[in-house]
């Protein structure tokens, strides 16, 4: 080794106040520090002020008897026996009712205009286009409001009941459906059902199987409706259709029978799928724009028709840019579903952050699992979605 | 040569065009609008079908806008009966003079009607601040920055509740309401979400764990609970969590929930823009020595921030609607006016409902869709730049 060589002067030392470690680490203890001081003064303020507002706090009040109606309820509820914590799961219940329909109105509707914003049919595109520029640029709370007020309780009252052929009756007290009355005999109904599913899946994977090795395809889609819906509608048939169907009646004052479906649920399940239907096109629009032109025309030069080409070639491949997008929407469509507390329909903003709130003034408490339910909904479906997102993700070579 | 070809190349043609003919015109089935409508609006019989459908359903619909709108729409009157089926016996569309005698309120609430002057002034601050801002060719544009994020809060402050050190006469903002209100909320969010969604974006791509794991843990709440819920955290909790003495009115709990709300969401469009930064802006800085904030303020957040003008607008454009939801807390937007006035018993007939509806829609359409074409026209503008 030349030791000839000028010794390097040692770099001078950096302050210590200068050196890139020590300011983060600074940095991050002065951080640390505010943080726990904000939250330990909020809390000493919290605990000063509710003892001087003379509230409990803990999740007692779970347990108490809640004393208050709700207007629907999917679970057994009755205001003098249930808890806060019943109300509760009442209210849940019906969010996730109201949002699972609506996601489901909200794709329909959504993949429609999305396709139809690039269709050739040039009045068709700028319908769509127009749909999506309306509905995108006002406030979902203002339609929510004219569903409501403008439209659904503009309707005639019950004396002048506007009647559906198939027994649905049109009120400003809302929608009448016909019950289904399930009598005896429906067990090989629903056995059957499920041997259909059952053979359907079945079918499928040998369907599969087989295109995989000889290339012929099998009327999958006949078969599944012929398992699925033929079959048990065959037993239900044989065994002497042991279904009957409880009308609504026009009484004078009120309506007997039937499912009564609430004016609030119906407004709130309108704005939130016409809604969330006109960013759910423009994610449609974008995905399909984001397959190349060349996969179309490849398509059509094989001798596919314009449709089976969406079907086969186009969509499938627009999905995967498509699902992120989407999954954002239907938690947007399910934290939008909040708003039905404007217009009175007991979700679970309305029933718990509402009701429950005011009579057990527990603000914390309340606030704070109102908001976990919804952070929870949130990272469950992006759990789910991430899992479907890693099965369909382009596999690169 | 056979004898043939001799005789054909001697005989002289009896006549040769030098110039070409001048192309026919294609066939009038292939241009102009004949063919335009042949290609876009009858290709197939379904199309055909499609067309004439769409067609029929627009009519439709157009004409009965139309005639609630406009032409059987009441246009003067003193009260209900003016818009009552029953009284003029006639069919009756929306009811123009309810919307005339509220208009008042529906842009100012309660503010205290001799003081008007002041939100006026308000309005037209704020319209010259927007305008400079927006206005790409506008001189001066960082005053503008300045004065729309600096001056333009201060002054309207002192403007709008009053000082009285100067004459202005206090207002309280239970007072305030309709479009004031629902411009506040919006600037509020806008003033505040932007520094402080920078401030949050640098903070998730920080290197410090504390600092960034801080950030992830507020930005992901925020953005996975609804907005409702966030209102009213700060309506009922944040009143518990500060000295009595130190309770802040409704609108501003409001405005703090809002502005969380609004600062998350930005958060995650200035991230987007900071990753399409590439890496070597940020070596490039630091190998000519910039410091951290040096580096952010020079380099990294004027490319960021330009690449992502129509994110950001799109986020400003929600939360305007958004605004709406303060509705809910009891604060009195321009909707929450409407659903006062349309209830009111001077007014309230079947068709004063969809008249207030179609005024708020109105209003919201003419802004959410400028703003859209704003950012749209920016997005071509940078693409157009990035064109070689």
């Known amino acids: 080794m030349p030791s000839d060589l000028p010794a390097q002067p040692r770099p001078a030392r950096v302050a210590f106040y200068n050196d890139p470690k020590v300011r983060s680490i600074a940095y991050q203890l002065i951080l640390c520090a505010v943080v726990v001081f904000l939250v330990f003064g909020a809390a000493r303020n919290a605990v000063d002020n509710l003892t001087r507002a003379q509230i409990a706090s803990g999740f007692g009040f779970w347990n108490q008897t809640a004393g208050f109606d709700i207007s629907q309820t999917l679970i057994e509820y009755s205001p003098r026996a249930s808890t806060y914590g019943r109300a509760f799961w009442v209210g849940l219940l019906n969010t996730l009712l109201v949002a699972g329909i609506g996601i489901v109105f909200a794709t329909i509707i959504g993949f429609i205009v999305g396709i139809s914003r690039l269709s050739t049919n040039w009045l068709l595109a700028k319908v769509a286009g127009g749909y999506v520029e309306i509905i995108r640029n006002l406030p979902l709370l203002l339609q929510l409001l004219f569903w409501y007020n403008a439209v659904l309780k503009a309707l005639p009252d019950i004396r002048e009941s506007i009647a559906i052929p198939g027994g649905v009756i049109l009120n400003n007290r809302g929608f009448f459906l016909p019950m289904p009355v399930l009598k005896g005999g429906l067990g090989a109904v629903e056995l059957s059902l499920l041997a259909g599913v059952v053979g359907a899946i079945a079918f499928h994977i040998w369907a599969r199987k087989r295109q995989e090795r000889t290339g012929q395809r099998a009327p999958v889609l006949a078969v599944t409706l012929l398992l699925v819906i033929g079959l048990p509608l065959a037993v239900f048939t044989l065994v002497g259709r042991p279904i009957g169907f409880e009308f609504p009646r026009v009484g004078r004052f009120n309506i007997a029978g039937g499912i009564e479906v609430l004016p609030e649920f119906v407004a709130l399940l309108f704005g939130l799928s016409i809604y969330t239907a006109a960013f759910i096109a423009e994610v449609v629009r974008a995905g399909i724009l984001a397959v190349s032109r060349g996969q179309t025309e490849a398509a059509y030069s094989l001798g596919l028709r314009p449709g089976p080409a969406l079907r086969l070639i186009v969509i499938p491949q627009a999905m995967r840019v498509i699902i992120p997008p989407l999954t954002s929407q239907y938690l947007n469509l399910t934290k939008n579903s909040t708003l039905a507390v404007a217009i009175g329909y007991p979700d679970l903003v309305q029933v718990f952050t509402g009701t429950v709130l005011n009579q057990t003034g527990q603000a914390v408490e309340v606030v704070a699992i109102t908001m976990l339910v919804y952070l929870v909904i949130s990272l469950v479906t992006s759990m789910l979605m991430n899992i479907y ?5 382009l596999v690169e070579r | 040569m056979t004898m043939a070809e001799g005789e054909l190349a001697l005989a002289e043609p009896a006549f040769v065009r030098r110039t070409p003919i001048a192309p026919r015109p294609p066939p009038a089935a292939m241009t102009g609008a004949v063919a335009w409508l042949r290609a876009n609006l009858l290709s197939t019989p379904f199309n055909i079908a499609l067309t004439i459908l769409i067609t029929l359903l627009l009519a439709w619909a157009m004409t009965e806008i139309m005639k609630f709108l406009v032409l059987d729409a009441v246009w003067s009157g003193n009260d209900r009966d003016a818009c009552l089926e029953s009284v003029q016996h006639r069919v009756i569309g929306a009811c123009w003079p309810f919307v005339w005698e509220r208009l008042p309120y529906f842009i100012y609430g309660s503010y205290p009607i001799p003081l008007r002057w002041r939100v006026d002034v308000f309005f037209l601050l704020l319209a010259v601040g927007i305008v400079w801002l927006l206005w790409l060719k506008a001189p001066r544009r960082d005053l503008g920055a300045i004065y729309f994020f600096g001056v333009l809060p201060v002054m309207s402050f002192i403007l709008l509740t009053g000082w009285s050190a100067i004459g202005l006469e206090p207002v309280d903002s239970v007072l305030w309401g309709g479009v004031l209100v629902t411009i506040v909320v919006a600037s509020v ?87 399409a930064i590439p890496r070597g802006q940020y070596e490039g800085a630091m190998a000519v020595g910039l410091g951290y904030a040096q580096l952010m303020r020079l380099i990294v957040l004027p490319q960021a921030l330009t690449v992502t003008i129509p994110n950001i607008v799109n986020t400003y454009i929600g939360l305007f609607k958004d605004t709406t939801l303060v509705f809910i807390v009891g604060i009195f937007d321009l909707l929450r006016t409407i659903e006062v006035a349309r209830i009111d018993p001077k007014w309230a007939t079947p068709v004063t409902s969809t008249t207030g509806y179609a005024v708020a829609a109105i209003f919201y359409l003419v802004f959410c869709y400028g703003m859209s074409r704003y950012a749209r026209a920016m997005e071509a503008r940078r693409a157009k730049s990035g064109r070689r």
């Open chain 2, 189 to 275: 969010g806008i003033v505040v979400s932007l520094p402080l969604g920078i401030i949050l974006a640098l903070g998730r791509r920080s290197r410090m764990p504390v600092v960034r794991s801080l950030s992830v843990i507020f930005i992901e709440f925020v953005r996975g609970v609804p907005l409702i819920t966030v209102l009213f955290m700060a309506g009922v909790m944040l009143p518990l969590f500060v000295p009595e003495q130190y309770s802040p009115d409704k609108l501003v709990r409001a405005l703090i929930g809002i502005a969380i709300f609004a600062s998350a969401y930005m958060a995650e469009v200035v991230r987007a823009g900071l990753q």
């Open chain 1, 389 to 393: 997102n890693s099965r369909v993700a």
